[in-house]
């Protein structure tokens, strides 16, 4: 394929994923009220006394400020529940520009990715929801002795849909090493070489998604994406190990020359060839002594 068709079909594979968020988030739209009020249970509400809940220390009154705000929350929220829910169809159109790419083979392993991919993404979705209420507690924490804290809706909101979205897709990050592995660009080698410096880059990653400042909600996001990434490395360097077992030049680089058979079976099969070879030889030689004769 040249340039042009490359592009197209980038294009194409958008278009297609972004219909399918469009849709699910219009089916979403019918479930606006229910998906409000998951994103708000973890909000540290007051009583109608003024009071925290039980077990909460701090509580704030949830407002909404602005007349187009409830509009444009819902349309937040619902446009986040379709994205989440088309999970599987635009990780399919993604899994379907690269997969041209690869062997007939290899592209057995697309129900593989699919499946491994939707529950990445979920699981990651889920860890940002069980972390919102230590997130919204210890943010509330700072609120100064004596002042009532009034919490907008649309902050937290932001707040709620980054998260989920930030921490499904880190949880692909280490599907996304493996992709880039069947498709032949890195190597296990070279991707557990990288183990320091992404343990480093994943803790500072972890460490500016989440929202509040305690290491606890760090944690619960880096240590997942370092086992998936070991994990990747491991499922990296099996492959690489299929590869030169099938071919032994798979894993040399553009400077190294490629290996060269110099087995008795190969040389005994040349043979073959040229002897099977030889009779055809001789049929030129043939035709030219019945020329001569007719010469003669």
């Given amino acids: 394929m040249s340039l042009g ?17 469009v849709v699910a988030t219009i089916v979403a739209a019918f479930f606006k009220d229910k998906l409000l009020h998951f994103l708000m249970t973890p909000l540290p509400g007051c009583l109608p006394n003024g009071q925290p809940k039980p077990g909460v220390k701090h509580c704030a009154d949830v407002a909404v400020i602005g007349v187009t705000q ?57 860890c940002a929801y069980l972390l919102m209420p230590t997130t919204i507690e210890v943010l509330g ?85 370092w086992v998936l990434y070991f994990a990747a490395v491991g499922v990296a360097l099996l492959n690489d190990r299929r590869r030169r077992r099938n071919n032994p030049d798979a894993g040399l680089s553009d400077e190294e020359a490629s290996h060269v058979d110099l087995s008795v079976a190969a040389l005994e099969g040349a043979e073959s060839v040229a002897a099977s070879a030889a009779p055809v030889a001789s049929v ?13």
Wanted: glycine share 6%.
């Fill in 70 to 126: 409830p509009f444009n929350l819902t349309l937040k929220v619902c446009l986040t529940a379709g994205l989440v829910a088309a999970v599987p169809i635009w990780l399919y159109q993604l899994w379907k520009f690269i997969s041209p790419g690869l062997h007939k083979h290899e592209r057995r392993y697309s129900l593989v990715f699919l499946g491994a991919g939707t529950p990445l993404f979920l699981a990651g979705v889920t």
């Fill in 141 to 225: 924490s700072f609120t100064p002795i004596g002042a009532h804290q009034i919490l907008p809706v649309e902050g937290y909101l932001n707040i709620a849909t980054r998260m989920l979205l930030v921490f499904g897709l880190a949880f692909e990050f280490p599907l996304l090493l493996v992709m880039l592995n069947m498709a032949g660009v890195i190597t296990g080698k070279r991707m557990l070489g990288w183990w320091r410096g992404m343990v480093m880059a994943i803790t500072v990653f972890a460490a500016v998604a989440t929202p509040s400042a305690d290491p606890i909600s760090m944690l619960a996001l880096a240590a997942p994406i």
């Fill in 5 to 21: 068709d490359h592009l197209r079909e980038l294009r194409n594979r958008l278009v297609k994923s972004a219909l399918a968020i």
């Fill in 284 to 296: 030129p030689a043939a035709r030219s002594e019945h020329v001569d004769d007719d010469i003669t």
